[in-house]
């Protein structure tokens, strides 16, 4: 079995990426084929002993599209503002287009050079010209509709396009009658029937298109982060090549001011990197032989030479892209309901409007009536309003959520947001602000406390975890100089490394203490520290405990009450912590924390979270830190606070720009509300439309009830038009 992704053009729509892979899929030789519309591209597993990627690329062209051979990089055209353009006159055509054909039908106002009475020739004229323009408008849908139907694949596009094509040409043959002076027909043409339904399909493939520009442009700018080219060295000799050319161990240079090309580790010199986007790191990150650096990284003012390790799909920066990618081509299960019920309403609407035809025929009926009839059935069943019943409600209810603070990254997460049964939050800044004072330090050394509380404030200016606020807030507030910090590091989950006056000093929590092998005498006072809901620093200096140092949080307000809310909701909470048992305990029974899961690492996090999704819990997290974000991206849904660090909310799928643990509950009701409303718009979507196929058959004519395709397109309208406003209720 091998596998080719290959470059596709003339993808346009979903329905063009979807037609595509039932038509590979149905191959002999292909296992298994998945094409993305975002990134226009197709992944193709097949048996190379039958196919190979010449014979696969002939079935993209059976299929009606182009292969533009293997998938290398991400290239993204700028559009501007063409399609949004396009869209508002076409609206206009169609406002305008309406006006002419029913305007006099309403009794307003009508123009005598274009009255159908007065002057029935311009009237046609006019509306053929301006049906034209909709049939170049929508052009795709057309021949996508045609390619599903010869590949046995018939989809929405397909029976759109029958309907379109023959309310067309049956109004040509009208107006070619009306020519012959059969003036009495004037009134039979159906030109915006055809023009209406293309507008709405657009219209739909509009809004959907909007969500998917928003994927292109973040894929764009991950893109953009590494340099197209870099310098390497060879035998002493400086050589530029491009991203491609560099190879496992190649020896890769970087000057201040350029960036860092691919993954990989120092040989020599030194240099400022910022890794803001891919760590949060505001601060630039001291960097020498040995440290690892990230491709993207931008070297500020030094000379290194690295050697590459990991490099092209391998590199950090490329695995995010793909992340990215594989998101935007994942699809709610939700908006699958759509294709699904479709994929079979589709055929049986075209088999029955068939059917209808040549009964009408066989039976004796003229050809006029047949082919109305006929025509009748495919405008009034076509479900146009299908396309917009998801993409429309997960954008209002998007906009919602981002007027309530809430920025979401993924659509899914609003289908999703309503099955979370367990929510994980990790408690500092999330459940407390992270706004840590000193509430008492326990001091064994000779030191005066002052001098102990510069020596670590000095250190903790240089961390960016919740904790080194407190220390820093009382060097500011007491005046207290800083004292230059040199080998500053950071120690994941356990503490912060650094040398003063040659010094070396260790702070953290009692992990510290069991990394180094530190005697530690002081066990009890630590106790006794957390046990009134302190966060514990060991003040280490040159391998010897000097102080004990608590700080504690502030609770947010709104903790306890959402906690409240979501218990109410039968919604269980777990507090899941780097810091010691008794205080998270302590502050989980004041807020109302269901279990506690303290002392954890990050990659213990992440694991914990992976647990309680074999358990069948769906899982929502919610974080703010570095620690957070292995677990944040774990979880079924991500939720950071907008107090965190970057790269938190980078793993995120939700921002609180707020910063209030309230939008968590607006975040679970508006998915609520979302879900039944796509359910709702979903039913009204189907309807009209089989509420009308009996009528537009003609079942009804014995009591008088009859519809010709000007009726059936003013209910298909209708259709849409009901989706739309019930779309819109969510905005409220």
């Known amino acids: 079995m091998k596998k080719i992704i290959l470059s596709i053009d003339g993808m346009t729509c979903s329905s063009c990426s979807n037609g595509l892979e039932k038509y590979l899929n149905k191959q002999n030789g292909v296992y298994n084929a998945s094409v993305n519309l975002v990134m226009a591209n197709a992944t193709i597993e097949y048996d190379e002993k039958i196919l190979n990627q010449e014979k696969v690329e002939e079935f993209v062209k059976q299929a009606g599209f182009k292969s533009l051979g293997q998938f290398k990089e991400i290239k993204f055209e700028k559009k501007g503002k063409t399609e949004k353009i396009k869209f508002i006159v076409f609206t206009i055509i169609a406002i305008i287009l309406m ?48 390619k599903n139907l010869i590949h046995k694949t018939p989809n929405m596009d397909t029976l759109v396009g029958i309907g379109v094509i023959t309310s067309f040409l049956y109004s040509l043959y009208n107006m070619y009658l009306v020519f012959k002076g059969n003036e009495h027909l004037v009134m039979n043409l159906y030109f915006e029937s055809a023009s209406i339904i293309i507008y709405f399909i657009k219209l739909g493939r509009y809004i959907d298109g909007i969500s998917k520009d928003k994927t292109k442009e973040a894929i764009q700018k991950l893109v953009e982060i590494t340099p197209n080219k870099a310098t390497i060295k060879i035998n002493g000799i400086e050589k530029e090549v491009t991203l491609d050319e560099i190879h496992k161990g190649d020896i890769v240079i970087s000057r201040a001011g350029e960036k860092i090309a691919v993954d990989g580790e120092i040989i020599e010199g030194k240099a400022h990197l910022d890794e803001a986007f891919i760590t949060g790191e505001s601060k630039p990150v001291t960097k020498e032989i040995g440290n690892k650096v990230i491709a993207g990284s931008l070297n500020y003012d030094g000379y290194i030479e690295y050697k590459a390790e990991k490099i092209g799909k391998e590199s950090t920066v490329s695995e995010i892209v793909r992340l990215v990618v594989e998101a935007s081509n994942t699809k709610a299960p ?23 035809f040549f009964t009408y025929i066989i039976i004796g009926k003229d050809f006029e009536t047949a082919i109305t009839t006929f ?39 609003l289908e999703n947001a309503q099955k979370v049964n367990t929510i994980v939050f990790d408690k500092t800044g999330t459940l407390t602000y992270g706004k840590l004072k000193i509430a008492e330090v326990i001091n064994y050394s000779k030191l005066e406390e002052a001098k102990l509380l510069q020596i670590v404030g000095s250190i903790e200016n240089k961390s ?17 100089e800083l004292l230059e910090v040199q080998n500053f590091e950071n120690i994941t989950g356990i503490g912060i490394v650094g040398k003063i006056e040659n010094q070396e000093i260790l702070l953290g929590n009692s992990k510290i203490v069991e990394k180094y092998n530190i005697k530690n005498e002081h ?43 979501l218990s109410n909701m039968k919604i269980n909470t777990i507090m899941l912590t780097g810091d010691n048992k008794e205080t998270a305990e302590k502050i989980a029974k004041e807020i109302g924390i269901d279990k506690v899961i303290s002392n954890v690492l990050p990659s213990e996090k992440a694991n914990t979270i992976k647990q309680l999704k074999k358990e069948n819990k769906f ?3 919610c974080g703010d830190g570095i620690n957070d974000s292995p677990a944040l991206a774990n979880s079924d849904i991500g939720v950071s606070v907008n107090s965190g660090t970057d790269i938190a909310m980078d793993s995120s799928d939700v921002i609180l720009t707020r910063n209030n643990l309230s939008s968590i509950l607006n975040l679970i009701n508006i998915s609520k509300k979302t879900i039944k409303n796509i359910k709702q718009n979903l039913f009204w979507a189907f309807f009209y439309n089989c509420l009308m196929i009996p009528i537009a058959i003609g079942l009804l004519k014995f009591i008088g009830i009859s519809i010709n395709p000007m009726i059936a397109s003013l209910a298909m309208i209708l259709s849409s038009i009901t989706v739309i406003l019930n779309a819109l209720r969510l905005s409220r």
């Open 464 to 480: 960016t975890h919740p904790i080194a606020k407190a220390f820093t807030d009382y060097l500011e507030e007491n005046k207290i």
């Open 523 to 565: 066990t009890k006072d630590e106790k006794n520290l957390a046990e009134n809901g302190n966060s514990i620093i060991y003040v280490i200096i040159d391998k010897k405990v000097m102080a004990i140092i608590g700080v504690n949080d502030i609770i947010r307000e709104e903790s306890k009450k959402v906690i409240q809310e």
């Open 99 to 146: 006006y002419i054909s029913m305007g006099h039908m309403v009794n307003l106002p009508t123009i005598p050079f274009i009255n159908p009475h007065i002057n029935p020739i311009n009237y046609m004229l006019s509306l053929l010209i301006l049906t034209i323009s909709f049939m170049i408008y929508g052009y795709d849908i057309l021949k996508n509709g045609y």
């Open 375 to 413: 025509v009748t059935v495919l405008v009034v069943a076509c479900p146009c309003s299908l396309g917009l019943a998801t993409p429309l409600a997960i954008i209002v209810s998007e906009g919602l959520c981002a007027s309530n603070g809430i920025l979401i990254k993924k659509s899914e997460v």
């Open 334 to 356: 939700i908006a699958k309901v759509a294709d699904k019920v479709s994929g079979y309403f589709v055929p049986t609407v075209i088999i029955i409007a068939i059917i209808v």
């Open 619 to 621: 899982v929502m997290m």
